[in-house]
């Protein structure tokens, strides 16, 4: 088979402003090449088998030279491989993308480019500055601040002519002779200028000044590169069109766990936060040899893994008529609820867990079905029960570079609390005394105090009640 490489442009940072063409092929890919400009959270869509290769390069200590990326890429193409090459922004915007696609077709593979949002316009518009305008603006610059020698200098006079918007990318460490060179060409030396940081990322930050200010701006605001210059009057506009920075948890970084219908990462992300999503939990699998004839009943300590147990019994060719001489009982009115759609009526219904009393049953015959942290605070109470517990966490964890940014933590469920807590180092765990841990429900909030780690209760189980807590300690 030949190899497919996909050049695909990831757009400035935020995640979602990627194309759908682009997230598609991502899932797709064998192999990925990402490097420093990418946003991380873009690889979490990348499947588990996916090779992830980092040709990262910081500014003056490269990492990988480009031929050897290019060479790198080809290899793997070469073995039949689906690959991508990740460019921030768009890959043809200052992202060698030309020099790359070229080099793939004289190698004869199949290669195809996805466009994408460039800093130099998706940036900007994140920090209220509309490339063009009506009023202000009709044409605008892209340029390269990065001067490659003394006789390669950019035409200034034309440049300090236009009266379009000038965007400088690459520009910071050649800043002063930028600004310089325009005011000694004729700029208006009162020309607005913006530079906008780590645009559309939690990290975004945005000056602004004249072309004669700007340098002691930037340098004062100790503005680094990755950044954004951008001259002209369109910078104004950003006293009205500042939707970004205005969110009220712009800036911070929200842990949650996995869901599939995501609802809380995107009110989060609605209202400015990023989001780091936990990775998904795994299920467990009943044992081959596992079988449950020799029960007598059958305790459900959650809804979902009724779901999931029933799943189990399937794959291991068990059918829930073989449960006929079982009783089942529930915990919980989800629980209830859950077997109910069973077409099963429970034989006794509990509303908590404490009003179950373990003493009195034939523990042999009993099997107990649920989450964890139900399990285990059972298992306190006699530690011969037989129980199947549907989840376990995948291995890759949470690394400490990733807690580090994290500005709070959401865990809504004793179950998402409980994996989370569970493999912890002792490092990590007083690392989460410095952050702020949001629950709901008593039960998870134990799981936090147990280990002295304070917790954060929303009034109510809503999102929107959760993004109005976690506001309201952001201004605390
Ligand atoms: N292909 C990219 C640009 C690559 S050149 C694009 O279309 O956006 C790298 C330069 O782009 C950086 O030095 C910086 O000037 C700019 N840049 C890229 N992403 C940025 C971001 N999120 N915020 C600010 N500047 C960014």
Redesign the pocket.
């Known amino acids: 088979m030949k190899g497919q490489i996909t050049l695909i442009?990831a757009?400035?940072?935020e995640p979602e402003l990627l194309t759908l063409k682009a997230l598609r092929k991502l899932k797709e890919a064998d192999a990925v090449f990402y490097d420093r400009?990418i946003n991380q959270d873009l690889l979490n869509y990348c499947s588990d088998s996916c090779e992830l290769i980092d040709v990262g390069k910081k500014?003056k200590e490269h990492k990988v030279p480009q031929s050897e990326i290019e060479a790198l890429i080809i290899k793997k193409a070469k073995e039949g491989k689906r690959v991508v090459r990740l460019?921030?922004?768009?890959?043809?915007?200052?992202?060698r993308?030309g020099e790359e696609g070229r080099n793939i077709t004289e190698n004869d593979l199949d290669f195809e480019v996805i466009p994408?949002?460039?800093?130099?316009i998706?940036?900007l518009a994140y920090a209220g500055i509309p490339i063009t305008h009506r009023d202000f603006s009709s044409s605008f610059h892209?340029i390269?601040?990065?001067l490659k020698s003394e006789n390669n200098q950019l035409d200034w006079k034309n440049l300090a002519k236009t009266e379009g918007t000038l965007v400088?990318?690459?520009?910071?460490s050649e800043l002063e002779t930028i600004t310089n060179q325009l005011m000694k060409h004729q700029k208006s030396k009162d020309t607005p200028v913006a530079i906008?940081?780590?645009?559309?990322?939690k990290d975004?930050k945005t000056v602004v000044g004249t072309l004669e200010t700007i340098c002691d701006v930037a340098k004062s605001a100790q503005m680094t590169?990755?950044?954004?210059?951008v001259m002209g009057e369109v910078v104004t506009q950003r006293d009205y069109l500042n939707f970004y920075e205005s969110r009220p948890l712009f800036g911070k970084r929200v842990m949650v766990p996995f869901t599939e219908k995501k609802g809380m990462t995107h009110h989060l992300i609605d209202a400015g936060a990023s989001v780091l999503e936990l990775p998904k939990l795994t299920k467990n699998f009943l044992s081959q040899n596992f079988t449950i004839e020799s029960m007598k009943e059958i305790v459900f300590l959650d809804g979902e893994s009724v779901k999931l147990f029933i799943d189990q019994l399937i794959e291991t060719k068990q059918d829930i008529r073989q449960l006929q001489h079982v009783a089942f009982v529930t915990i919980g009115h989800h629980t209830k609820v859950a077997v109910n759609a069973l077409g099963i009526l429970p034989s006794e219904v509990f509303e908590t867990l404490s009003d179950y009393d373990l003493s009195k049953k034939e523990i042999e015959t009993t099997l107990f079905v649920g989450e964890k942290s139900y399990i285990d605070q059972l298992k306190e109470l006699n530690n011969q029960i037989n129980y199947y517990s549907p989840f376990e966490m995948i291995s890759q964890e949470l690394n400490e570079e990733e807690l580090d940014e994290v500005d709070y933590l959401y865990l809504p469920s004793s179950k998402a609390a409980y994996y989370f807590i569970k493999d912890l180092s002792k490092e990590m765990l007083e690392k989460l005394i410095t952050k702020k841990i949001m629950v709901m429900g008593e039960v998870t909030s134990k799981i936090f105090e147990d280990k002295n780690i304070p917790v954060i209760q929303s009034e109510r189980p809503s999102f929107e009640s959760v993004i109005n807590k976690l506001i309201e300690e952001d201004i605390k």
């Open positions: 442009g757009g400035p940072g400009l500014p460019k921030s922004g768009d890959p043809y915007v200052f992202g993308g994408g949002i460039t800093s130099a998706g940036g892209v390269t601040g990065h400088f990318l690459m520009g910071m906008v940081r780590w645009a559309t990322r975004q590169s990755p950044s954004l210059i």
